[in-house]
């Protein structure tokens, strides 16, 4: 069975929607983009989801390969759903080391590991305050480009265009207030995981 679904928070989104559909007796197959194939189980499977697009790419395939070697199973997801990627780069600037630059044969549009777990309980893949805080602060750093991106766009649309037509004046807003909801929640809740870290460990 396939299923198409794209979500505007798939970093926190898609592991909940994948739960669910285990406990319809649905397992993950395979993962394309925003196409999503699962087969019938008895056997129940939890899922968990890691937003990795921060890390190298030969950091990413010894975590993966760490990860199956210990017996889970593993997909990669795309941060931007829906955005068909092919011969495509972009600039990643809060990504450390040598991988700034992503492209579609390296770890663009694979941002976002699953996990997948037999049994009821999914497998708790950061275990300390400082590696929460540090999650969060990657995906604040993430939502921060996209923010500045939006903003560099809307001034390019304006200079070319004169004149916003009020759907795009709409649509940019909203887009804008989420993106900003997504930098504010992240940074609180790396700020309470940094000082929790700095208090307990």
């Known amino acids: 069975m396939y299923k198409v679904k794209i979500f505007s928070d798939p970093i926190s989104s898609i592991s909940l929607w994948l739960n669910s559909m285990s406990t319809k007796g649905y397992r993950l197959v395979t993962v394309n983009n925003f196409l999503y194939k699962f087969e019938k189980s008895k056997e129940r499977y939890s ?13 990413n395939k010894e975590y993966q390969t760490l990860l199956e070697d210990s017996g889970f ?26 991988s700034k630059l ?54 390019f649309l304006l200079i070319k265009e004169k004149v916003f037509a009020p759907y795009k004046i709409i649509v940019g807003t909203v887009i804008g207030i989420f993106l900003m909801y997504k930098v504010i929640t ?14 307990f460990e």
């Open 47 to 59: 899922y968990s989801t890691q937003f990795i697009g921060a890390n190298t790419v030969r950091e």
């Open 73 to 98: 199973k593993t997909f990669r997801a795309p941060l931007n759903q829906g955005n068909l990627a092919f011969g495509k780069m972009r600039l990643r600037p809060y990504v450390k080391g040598r």
């Open 102 to 155: 992503a492209t579609t044969f390296g770890d663009f549009n694979r941002e976002i590991l699953i996990v997948e777990t037999k049994g009821d309980i999914p497998e708790k893949l950061l275990s300390s305050n400082k590696d929460i805080s540090h999650q969060y602060k990657v995906i604040r750093n993430a939502y921060i480009q996209g923010s500045l991106v939006m903003v560099a766009f809307m001034l």
């Open 186 to 199: 992240n940074h609180i809740n790396y700020k309470k995981y940094k000082n929790l870290s700095e208090i």
